[in-house]
Nanobody
Framework: QVQLVESGGGLVQPGGSLRLSCAAS????????MSWYRQAPGKERELVAA????????NYADSVKGRFTISRDNAKNTMYLQMNSLKFGDTAVYYC?????????WGQGTQVTVSS
């Protein structure tokens, strides 16, 4: 079965950095585009970044462009989100997602809290 497991979240000061990981299993990882979403308290879940099967194409929400970098290692079945220059507004639960066989699969999420 499809399984996505996020890790790497935590508490960080404004301006700091974190790297999130999403370990995937249960499907041929290299055949599927992947994405990161986040959901802040009281807000809808929003797309943060997406990456193509090879990693050659990426796109980002305007709010994170220039600060976040999405990447993947198909040999390790893992996707990453490098987050730099973190801001208070980046506080949220971050989820990875894959659309597999016309269904969306989500991980359990990892909490990122930006606080001084």
């Amino acid at each position: 079965q499809v399984q996505l497991v996020e890790s790497g979240g935590g508490l960080v000061q404004p301006g700091g950095s974190l790297r999130l990981s999403c370990a995937a299993s249960g499907f041929t990882f290299s055949n599927y585009a992947m994405s990161w979403y986040r959901q802040a308290p009281g807000k809808e879940r929003e797309l943060v970044a997406a990456i193509s099967t090879t990693g050659g194409s990426t796109n980002y929400a305007d709010s994170v462009k220039g600060r976040f970098t999405i990447s993947r290692d198909n040999a390790k079945n893992t996707m990453y989100l490098q987050m730099n220059s973190l801001k208070f507004g980046d506080t949220a639960v971050y989820y990875c997602k894959v659309a597999y066989n016309w269904l969306n699969y989500w991980g359990q999420g990892t909490q990122v809290t930006v606080s001084s």
